[in-house]
Structures are given as C-alpha cells and as structure tokens.
DNA sequence: AAAACTACCTGAGTGC
DNA sequence: TGCACTCAGGTAGTTT
C-alpha cells in the first residue's frame, strides 16, 4: 500500500504517458472495488486527457467534462504498458489510449476505488474535507499546534488522522516521530510546542526525501515503469524490531497503535 | 463533537 | 504439502 510518496512516483511516473493523449477505451474487468466501479466512467472515452493532479492520496485525471478519482488502497498499483503485454491476475482497471499504450490499475485487495466526477473537485465527499497537504505552507508548526490542543488522542493517531494533515502513513508517521525524538504513544495534548515545530519539519522532511527517492518498496509496490523504489533501506524504525537503533546502542521497539504496528527507540523518544 | 471501532479483501509468511 | 492462523502500506462509515 502505497504511502503519499509513493502515490506522488506513481502521479509522476504516469503523467507523461497519458497527459495531451485521447482515451481510446477503458474497460471495467473487475467492478467490485471499495465502491462499485460504474458505467459512467466510460464517459472518458475519446476524450483528451487535459492535467493529472493529486489531492492527499488521490489521483486526479482531469479531462475536459470530468475528472477520474483514483486511489491505491492498500495494494494498489499504476503500470503503464503497451497493449500487447499480457495481462495479470488483479489487472481490474484498463485506460487504453490512442497511443497504443495502456495504463492498468492492479489491486489484489480492492481497497483502491475509481470514480468519475463532474462539476468542483473541492466539495467532492472525499475531499471536502481533507487537513492540508504536508508539502504546502498549509501545513505549519502553528497548524500542527493548534490542532494539538488539549487533545488527548495519541501524536502518532493525531498525525495519521488526515484532518490533522494529510499523507502522514504509518512508515511514515512512524519515521518522522523518531527523527523528532517524540513517544508515539503521548498525548498529542501534552507534546511542546518546540517538539510540535520540529514533528511539522520532520514530517516535510521524511516525505520529501523519500519522494526523491521514489518511494519506498514494500512487497507489492511498483513503480508504474515496474522499477521499486529505493527508500526502504534508510528507514530507522519501520519494520525494525529487534534491531539496534542507528543513534544509540537501544532496540527498536514495536507496539500496536489502534491496530496499527508502531516502531520506535525507548531511549530516543520520549 | 470526538474518539473508538468495523468493514472492505487477497496473499505472504509462520508454525504445526 | 497442507492447513490454520496472523499480518500487511488506508480510510470511509458507524457506533459509542
């Protein structure tokens, strides 16, 4: 499952192939996503692909009547490829264009959805009400503060939650709060102010770098070219239990977080 | 209103 | 080799 990064690759990887082309056909192989995949999507068909943008961990395809809403899941993949290559188990999703390129939507879980939208992106349902994005100036250490307030719901909940921010995964969450040297398990409420600061540059930090990188790779990701990212082996504290801490002689720790596998150094973070 | 919980689904890995 | 079980990157919708 693709984390914000790994959804900006994708975003980044797909946009060249498809922006300035005609969608020749699209075929619906396996409806049933999180919500039905509808006939109206069909309505792409023939026409020019006009801009590709990304709204938190969605895919925007904007087309001059509409926009194509897609979103990864936990298993979801983008690949690009032409016609002829063989289709796999999980290929649901088929955007054929007049280049004789195809982009496919492969998702063994079907937590991903495709949607087609009219009219203002913005007052979409699984929009309207997202926190900002993480790259943006939206998201500052006065942000983070003031939604912090009083809250007693964990750090780490609090910045998985995408009112709080938006892109904040658990590899990543967990990473940024190690960098900035904070308990998951504290109280939002009861983490400093100075500590906050630092959390909102960290967060900025992790996913940009791993943007750099191309996103990180676990099991199922590809990059739409088929090459995996490159950012797993500098992760700290995801997926490291056991293992010795890269900044003291400690052991990193694993807990569950409202069901979630939570990583963290006992001495660096506090 | 906020927080906690549930549901959606397949496949990889582990232990017996 | 097979079976039973646990766990996995997300998040909308429902319940408390």
């Given at each position: 499952m693709p984390e914000l990064p790994e959804v900006e690759t994708t975003l980044r990887g797909i946009t060249p192939h498809l922006v300035g082309n005609r969608v020749a056909e699209i075929e619906i192989?396996?409806?049933?996503?999180r919500w039905p995949i509808e006939d109206?999507?069909?309505?792409?068909?023939?026409?020019?692909?006009m801009s590709i943008t990304r709204r938190a961990k969605y895919i925007l395809i904007h087309t001059q009547t509409g926009i194509l809403i897609l979103h990864l899941g936990m298993s979801g993949s983008l690949r690009i490829c032409p016609h002829e290559v063989e289709l796999k188990k999980h290929d649901h999703f088929i955007m054929r264009l007049d280049t004789g390129m195809e982009m496919r939507l492969h998702d063994p879980r079907r937590f991903g959805c495709v949607l087609w939208h009219k009219g203002d992106i913005t007052a979409h349902r699984l929009i309207k009400n997202l926190g900002p994005e993480?790259?943006?100036?939206?998201?500052?250490a006065e942000h983070l503060v003031t939604t912090s307030?009083?809250?007693?719901?964990t750090i780490k909940q609090h910045i998985m939650n995408n009112k709080t921010?938006?892109?904040?995964g658990n590899i990543y969450a967990c990473e940024a709060l190690f960098s900035s040297g904070i308990r998951p398990t504290r109280a939002a409420g009861k983490v400093s102010k100075r500590k906050l600061t630092i959390l909102t540059e960290e967060i900025k930090k992790v996913l940009a770098a791993a943007i750099t990188q191309g996103g990180t790779t676990l099991r199922d990701f590809l990059r739409e070219d088929g090459q995996p990212g490159?950012?797993?082996?500098?992760?700290?504290?995801?997926?490291?239990?056991?293992e010795r801490c890269r900044n003291c002689p400690d052991t990193i720790k694993r807990i569950v977080i409202s069901a979630r596998s939570t990583f963290y150094c006992p001495s660096c973070q506090k």
């Open positions: 192989r396996e409806s049933r996503m109206e999507v069909l309505e792409m068909e023939q026409q020019e692909i993480p790259l943006t100036d939206a998201f500052s307030l009083a809250k007693t719901t921010v938006v892109g904040a490159y950012f797993k082996q500098q992760l700290n504290v995801y997926d490291r239990e056991g």
